[in-house]
């Protein structure tokens, strides 16, 4: 068997965590292959509404076999917050979530450097979520990272404390008042002690060597559904750099994040929405600073859901989705929130951009100063969240699909017309 991938195209998102949930049942083992907890992925069903910063979006489905992967970074103590919560809607991930032995740890010191840097960046900075996700990954490539399978062996204290003093040294030359950075609202003493109780609490749940437990699982035909975080566009190497995330988001971070060879990886479904959004700073060519963006924040309801930030709203780049299908090979497209479409009389999509007196059909290094050139199409004006057949879609929704289909040269298979599991329809 091989491996088949979510993931996002755009800016992060898309709505993955729903199609991960829906595809679940499909697959013997869901696994998420880098990111840590500035993800959040949505879930809702039975009126229940879901969000997960580490866990994979399996995890509904009690039967299923879930990973943390290699490539992914934990926090014990947002991990223990996830947890708890699930608990109190009666799902038990102890019984199904295994976490591999070579995943790093977010440790407290990294979500002050990442407070502290970011500060220092001023007008520069990048909009992090501010989860100690750059300084992790920093440490994990400089060779000094802690990781999971680290947490029992006798000499995990003197390993954690070698690091937290080197990160000490390096927040001294930024600042000498770090107690001004809370994390989570405490001071720093109280945030380790905390993070210290849930480290206890990681302990209880199952340390793998995931890439080999995952390889075995494919030579025994069984099937395994990999699930990206972030989005292409916030790649570390082809994201809109520097504004991007620390990790690979892009397919190939499935190979180094679970340890997959590139031949194993199967279908990839390429997850969308039928506009674009965006947290944080950074170039986003297609931005509505109008109305029209203001109505599709409160449609869409596009505050983070990590964060609870307002997203930044725009109309459909397919400049950048073309790119983005390029990095992944995508299979499949999975277009996500057309509902929020529903009540525009006319809709855009970039098919080129101005840059430098010229149209191209490329995002350039130079991703700052490009000018989409759109095109107009017929909005379908009519409620689609109910529509449950393909049959049932109007006209102009259909050739929405068609224009993307043909740019993209993707088959659409997948359309989301409401946040719900059951809001989904397959072409
Ligand atoms: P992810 O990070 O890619 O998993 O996406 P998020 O969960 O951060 O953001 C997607 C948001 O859109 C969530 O609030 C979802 O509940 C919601 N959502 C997903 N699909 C749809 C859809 O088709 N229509 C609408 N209106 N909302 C959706
Ligand atoms: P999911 O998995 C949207 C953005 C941040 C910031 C930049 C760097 O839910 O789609 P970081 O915390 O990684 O240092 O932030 O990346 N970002 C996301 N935006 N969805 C996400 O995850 C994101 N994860 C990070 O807003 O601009
Ligand atoms: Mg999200």
């Known amino acids: 068997m091989k491996v088949d991938v979510i993931l996002g195209l755009q800016w992060g998102d898309e709505g993955k965590g729903k199609i991960v949930d829906v595809l679940s049942p499909d697959y013997d083992v869901i696994a998420r292959f880098q990111g840590g907890p500035n993800a959040g992925h949505t879930i809702e ?9 580490t866990i994979p979006s399996g995890i509904f489905n009690p039967e299923k076999i879930n990973i943390i992967g290699n490539g992914v970074i934990i926090d014990p103590f947002v991990f223990l917050k996830e947890i708890t919560s ?19 740890l977010i440790l407290p010191t990294h979500r002050l450097l990442d407070a502290v840097f970011e500060a220092d960046k001023g007008k520069l900075k990048i909009g992090s979520t501010l989860k100690g996700i750059g300084p992790t990954y920093t440490d994990k490539v ?4 802690v990781r999971v399978g680290d947490i029992c062996s006798p000499d995990f204290r003197q390993k954690y404390e070698d690091l937290k003093q080197k990160h000490f040294k390096t927040i001294q030359s930024i600042t000498l008042d770090f107690a001004q950075f809370k994390i989570e609202g405490m001071d720093f003493g109280d945030y380790e002690d905390k993070w210290f109780d849930a480290l206890e609490a990681l302990k209880n749940f199952k340390q793998i060597d995931s890439e080999i437990f995952i390889n075995k699982c494919l030579d025994e035909n069984k099937s395994v559904l990999a699930e990206g975080a972030q989005g292409s566009l916030l790649d570390i ?15 190939a971070g499935v190979c180094t994040g679970l340890g997959i060879a590139p031949s194993k990886v199967g279908k990839v479904f390429g997850v969308f929405k039928a506009y674009c959004t965006r947290v944080g700073s950074g170039p986003f060519p297609t931005e509505l600073d109008d109305e029209e963006g203001n109505k599709m924040r409160e449609i869409g309801r596009e505050f983070g859901s990590t964060t609870g930030r307002p997203r930044r709203c725009g109309w459909l780049d397919l400049v950048a989705l073309k790119y983005a299908v390029m990095l992944n090979g995508v299979t499949e497209l999975v277009m996500m929130k057309a509902d929020v479409l529903n009540t525009f009389e006319n809709l855009k999509v970039s098919t080129n951009y101005l840059f430098n007196d010229k149209i191209i059909d490329y995002i350039p290094f130079e991703d700052h100063h490009l000018q989409p050139v759109y095109k107009t199409v017929k909005g379908w004006n009519t409620e689609v969240n109910n529509v449950v057949k393909t049959d049932s879609f109007p006209q102009e929704l259909n050739d929405y699909l068609h224009l993307i289909e043909n740019e993209t040269g993707i088959k659409i298979t997948v359309v989301s017309l409401g946040p719900d599991r059951t809001q989904t329809i397959f072409r």
Do not use: M, Q, W
């Open 45 to 53: 069903f039975d009126g229940k509404k879901f969000v997960l910063h």
């Open 86 to 104: 699930l608990k109190t809607k009666n799902v038990h991930p102890e019984k199904n979530l295994l976490i591999s032995k070579k995943a790093h």
């Open 237 to 251: 190497d082809f994201g809109s750099y520097p504004f991007v995330t620390s990790s690979s988001t892009i397919c």
């Open 142 to 145: 400089a060779r000094l990272g």
